[in-house]
């Protein structure tokens, strides 16, 4: 009797400790986000209470955090994040409960189609709207760009993206790159995790301002092929950038707008 007690407290135990831990692992995937939230802001690339980002939650449940609809980038919080499921249900909501419809499509579409993908980013900012209508896209116009191209696909617009049969097509689309120009929309990134897409979407985010400067100043200049080619097999780590480039984004953050982490 005494080892089947044991063994029963064990077993308890051992949930409520499996149980914290992906509480903890969900606070901090919270924490990172919400940064990446006000980040965007700081940058100017946010869309008043449009545009979104989104990560998984730890856990076999296939839910994912996303911003209420409603909030400004810069006052999104860890706990004012909304969680939902694969439906688009609301599971969890700390205030504002809405969430953008559109938002949804989008984002659902790769956490469903992409088992890697940790979070997903997607903004309207002017320039990356701008290349996302160029006939061309995205030019190798610069060593960012070049860095940029071998992990850019592209996704034709078909309206607000309202219709969740888009997200067949936004997926196969998006195929295994890790960012994406919705053309005559936006630019759309994804990663394992918040630093890493954050970290995309901030190179993908400059090759378009450096591109829309460039082509305003007159006729460019193209590298030659081979420099292309041998920037697109040295952009192979890019995202490993993120070990670097996160923890001072989140330190220039706490200077300048720090409260995310509530």
């Known amino acids: ?19 914290n831990a992906l509480k903890n692992a969900e606070w901090h995937v919270r924490t990172e986000l919400a940064a990446a939230y006000r980040l965007v802001a700081l940058f100017g690339w946010d869309d008043l209470v449009f545009t979104h980002l989104s990560a998984r939650v730890p856990g076999p449940e296939h839910h994912f955090l996303i911003n209420p609809y409603g909030l400004l980038f810069h006052e999104i919080t860890a706990s004012s994040l909304v969680k939902v499921d694969s439906d688009g249900q609301v599971v969890e909501s700390a205030g504002l409960g809405r969430v953008n ?15 890697d993908a940790g979070a997903v980013m997607h903004l309207h900012a002017p320039d990356g ?5 160029h ?10 760009a070049m860095l940029c191209l071998a992990h850019l696909s592209y996704h034709d ?6 219709n969740l049969d888009e997200r067949e097509r936004l997926i196969k689309d998006l195929g295994n790159k890790s960012m994406m120009m919705l053309r005559n929309h936006g630019v759309l990134t994804a990663g394992k995790n918040v ?31 081979q420099a292309i080619r041998t920037t697109a097999d040295q952009s192979q780590a890019l995202g490993s950038a993120a070990a670097l480039t996160w923890p001072a ?12 982490a509530v």
């Open 1 to 19: 009797m005494k080892t089947g007690t044991a063994d029963i407290t064990g077993s308890a135990d051992n949930k409520s400790a499996d149980a």
């Open 101 to 115: 419809p559109a938002g949804f499509t989008i984002h659902s579409a790769v956490h469903m189609g992409r088992d």
């Open 129 to 133: 709207v701008a290349v996302s209508a």
């Open 135 to 144: 006939r061309d896209g995205l030019l190798p116009l610069s060593q960012t």
């Open 157 to 162: 617009y078909e309206g607000v993206a309202l």
């Open 195 to 225: 630093p890493e897409t954050f970290t995309y979407l901030y190179f993908l985010m400059k090759a378009c301002e450096i591109q829309v400067k460039a082509q305003s100043c007159g006729p460019v200049h193209t590298p030659s092929e």
């Open 249 to 260: 984004l989140l330190r220039l953050l706490d200077s300048k707008n720090p409260g995310y």
